[in-house]
């Protein structure tokens, strides 16, 4: 079976987001002065074949740990659906 995971990873909210600070700055220029508080982070979408949706997600979760995050400054969270 094939399923698509969704994944976003983003900055540990303790820690300070320099990318999502100058966005909030940019758009405060512009006139934008309601938005605040901008977080960056990335969202991937990949492809898992396996056996079943437990065995994804926990191929997707060991990818999340060992590569696409980085634990000390980042978060993840994904979604898993099966193929159509």
Known sequence: MKFIAEIDVMPLKALLDPQ????????????????E???????ITLEVDADSKEKADAQVEEACKKLLSNPIMESYQFSLQEMA
């Open 20 to 35: 999502g600070k100058a966005v909030t700055h940019g758009l405060q220029n512009m006139g934008l002065t309601a938005m």
């Open 37 to 43: 508080n901008v977080r960056i982070g990335k969202h």
